[in-house]
């Protein structure tokens, strides 16, 4: 399954059993592609004050589109600070 610019839609839970069930080998695969600094990944926001109130993960599989070439990212990037506004704005282009 291929999907674009995926938000956090899921608790952890589901998330494991989504990625245990499209590891590579087993002929299913689930691939996210990201293309650069597109903000609808980071919704909704997780900074390390948000994790209990938006306990939502990604799940596996992605890939993020650069400038250098496409790199394999970790399945849920550690917490950070949610973009400002005007970086949402701007960078609303590379959806």
């Given at each position: 399954?291929?999907?674009h610019s995926c938000p956090r839609v899921c608790l952890e839970p589901f998330?494991?059993?989504v990625n245990d069930h499209?590891?590579?080998g087993g002929g299913k695969y689930l691939f996210c592609?990201?293309?650069r600094e597109d903000p609808v990944c980071t919704v909704p926001p997780r900074t390390v004050d948000q994790i209990a109130d938006y306990?939502?993960?990604h799940?596996?599989?992605a890939w993020k589109l650069t400038e250098d070439g496409p790199y394999k990212m970790n399945d849920?990037?550690?917490p950070v600070d949610p973009q400002s506004i005007i970086n949402i704005i701007w960078n609303v282009k590379n959806h």
């Open positions: 399954m291929y999907t998330a494991t059993l499209t590891q590579p592609i990201v293309n306990p939502f993960v799940v596996g599989g849920e990037p550690p």
